[in-house]
């Protein structure tokens, strides 16, 4: 894959590429990430992790909206099981910054462009790419009904308005929603994830499943497997070396103009969106695909 952004200095480079793709990601001028002005931000509350200086380049004017769920995942998100006790002195640079950063990848288009985020758990990344990014449509596909409760909670209280929550499996999806962008963070290798998640995206659509250190690797391993399933481009992209302590790194797979949806329908029904928090599903907790507009509201 290519990187074509213009030498953002927040991007690294490339590896593994299928075949040459370009795409674009948003630059300091952007309007989402102009760096906010005022008086010195106060300090945070016991337990919480101070702000790096990073933050304020990534999310810009939405940095207290950052601030504030950092906040919330240090209590509720620990006290709820979404985030590890052990996790809180990292949630700025591990998780939420690792999410953040994301949003670089995504061009700064057309308001409403939508973006499905599979297993959203805490919010993580999906949450924190409608933070740092207002014109962004995000919709949370996750099939723990605790989890989607505990999601739409958080949306109410930042009032995020560009946030759709569904208690649903990827699979259950397939049919009903479709974007250009599809996110997912820890849930699993990448063939099983492009085979829940590559029916939802919209001709020319892009997953991207940000990755441990063995993304390269794991990109080898199925470059085959993957092509057979239509995507046409892939690679491994580095964003933010040198502003974070952790740089993110991505996997980017994309479809071209169609796929084959009958090599997807014959797999076997699985946990899509979930995977790895199958041991706290209760039994028979399948989602009902139900799905929320912001401000908490959800339907059952």
């Known amino acids: 894959m290519t990187d074509s952004d213009g030498g953002s200095p ?4 490339t590896t593994e590429p299928l075949s040459s793709a370009t ?3 948003g630059s300091a001028d952007d309007p989402v990430l102009a760096e906010p002005t005022g008086p010195e931000r106060p300090e945070p509350a016991p337990g919480v992790p101070a702000t790096p200086t990073a933050a304020a380049a990534v999310f810009g004017t939405r ?3 950052a601030e504030e769920f950092v906040t919330i995942l240090a209590d509720t998100g620990i006290s709820h099981g979404l985030i590890g006790p052990r996790e809180a002195p990292r949630l700025w640079d591990r998780h939420v910054l690792n999410c953040g950063l994301v949003h670089y990848v995504i061009p700064v288009g ?3 462009q939508r973006v499905i985020d599979i297993g959203s758990g805490a919010g993580l990344p999906g949450l924190v790419l409608a933070i740092a990014r207002p014109d962004l449509e995000v919709h949370l596909v996750e099939p723990l009904a605790r989890r989607t409760g505990w999601l739409s909670g958080v949306t ?3 009032e995020l308005e560009n946030v759709v929550i569904h208690t649903a499996r990827a699979e259950s999806m397939w049919d009903r929603i479709s974007a250009p962008w599809v996110t997912a963070r820890a849930v699993s290798g990448i063939l099983q994830l492009a085979h829940w998640t590559l029916p939802l995206l919209e001709p020319r659509g892009s997953l991207l499943a940000l990755k441990g250190s063995r993304a390269g690797e794991e990109l080898r391993e ?3 497997a993957l092509t057979r399933l239509g995507v046409v481009d892939a690679g491994v992209e580095v964003i ?8 993110t790194i991505v996997l980017r797979v994309t479809i071209g103009d169609s796929i084959d949806r009958r090599r997807f329908r014959i797999q076997t029904p699985s946990s899509a969106g979930s995977a790895r928090r199958r041991a706290d599903r209760p039994k028979g907790g399948r989602g009902t695909g139900s799905a929320s507009r912001t ?6």
């Open 23 to 25: 795409g674009s990601g």
């Open 240 to 247: 933010g070396a040198g502003l974070a302590p952790e740089p």
């Open 10 to 13: 927040l991007r690294g480079g």
């Open 110 to 112: 057309t308001p409403g």
């Open 295 to 300: 401000r908490g509201r959800r339907t059952t």
């Open 63 to 65: 940095l207290s909206l």
């Open 156 to 158: 109410a209280r930042l």
């Open 222 to 224: 199925h470059r085959a």
